[in-house]
């Protein structure tokens, strides 16, 4: 085993990372999970060259392994993606590799709270920015892990608390912005305005604070960048949603629409996004039976559109 098999690794895992921000976790997952089968096992059921080409090698295939499990998990796999994120914090330990331990960790949590579990989300969250994960880590990195431990600290109604980690982690994205990149691991490459903006805006709405969220999710949908289609379109179905809760159902409506039109002939194939469909589908469906014309056109768009994302 190599630094150039290494390098293969890192790049490999920047092509799905990628694909998925754009196309969701349900386009190429075979195709990383036999690649995990293959190569990756080969490379590390080889001899290395030195124990720091060993290490990076783990890191490598634990970054890799940890982006299948969040592949399966925007693809609503929910067992698969767990079994795999248990595998990839257990391999970047043996790495030594402390932030992207505390970065697996946060994905585990970010899963936990959307599932309905805050308690385990809290702790899998409070362990992401424990000790060295979170010192160790990039500004950028350590602004993804306090948002997420923000959200989980709303979904236990610990309101301060969440407050003050979502100040904390807009204050590590503001020093990352200040540095530049250059010292930053590739994996984080998708964190940045919009990505916190999104996460604020869930944190204030577990708390109860619908127009701050409101404003957030805004935020989110007007700085967030054509590469990262899939998360864009669940932002958007997000809002929506919100947006119906209070009573403001034109609004509601025109922001479906504007996931539609993301998601029509994208290629997206998310099973997030589907359930954001599905979510948007119900909520339709008192007004449609009220004789919503656009309730209507909206609900037969979104039944096309179930059929090709995932």
Same mark, same amino acid.
């Given at each position: ?75 609503? +796999?929910?067992? &698969? =993606?767990?079994?795999? @994120?248990?595998?990839?914090? *257990? $391999? /970047?330990? %043996? ?86 990149? +250059?010292?930053? &691991? =590739?994996?984080?490459? @998708?964190?940045?305005?919009? *990505? $916190? /903006?999104? %996460? ?101 768009? /979104? ?8």
């Amino acid at each position: 085993m190599t630094k150039s098999h290494v390098e293969a690794m890192r790049e490999t895992a920047m092509f799905f990372s990628r694909r998925d921000q754009r196309l969701g976790g349900r386009a190429g997952h075979a195709a990383l999970l036999a690649y995990l089968r293959t190569d990756v096992n080969r490379y590390l059921s080889g001899r290395a060259i030195d124990e720091g080409v060993r290490r990076d090698a783990l890191s490598a295939a634990a970054e890799l392994t940890y982006l299948a499990g969040w592949m399966s998990f925007d693809s609503c +796999d929910h067992g &698969p =993606a767990q079994r795999a @994120f248990a595998v990839a914090i *257990s $391999l /970047a330990a %043996e790495a030594d590799d402390a932030p992207l331990a505390g970065h697996i960790l946060r994905a585990a949590a970010h899963q936990a709270v959307d599932l309905g579990h805050p308690r385990r989300a809290l702790d899998l969250a409070t362990a992401s920015i424990g000790d060295r994960r979170y010192n160790r880590a990039s500004p950028r990195e350590r602004a993804l892990l306090g948002i997420v431990h923000a959200r989980a600290l709303a979904a236990t109604d610990h309101k301060a608390e969440a407050l003050r980690a979502a100040r904390r982690a807009a204050d590590d994205l503001s020093s990352a912005d200040a540095i530049g990149a +250059d010292d930053e &691991p =590739a994996r984080v490459f @998708f964190f940045g305005e919009a *990505s $916190l /903006a999104h %996460e604020t805006a869930c944190t204030l709405r577990d708390l109860g604070d619908m127009t701050a969220a409101e404003e957030q999710f805004r935020h989110s949908v007007r700085t967030r960048g054509a590469p990262f289609a899939r998360t864009h379109a669940v932002t958007l179905g997000y809002l929506g949603e919100m947006q119906a809760r209070r009573g403001q159902v034109e609004a509601a409506c025109a922001t479906w629409g504007q996931v539609l039109d993301t998601l029509e002939g994208s290629g997206i194939q998310s099973g997030r996004v589907r359930e954001m469909v599905l979510t948007m589908r119900r909520a339709l469906s008192p007004i449609r039976r009220r004789g919503g014309r656009t309730a209507t056109e909206l609900d037969q768009r /979104a039944r096309t559109i179930l059929r090709t994302v995932g």
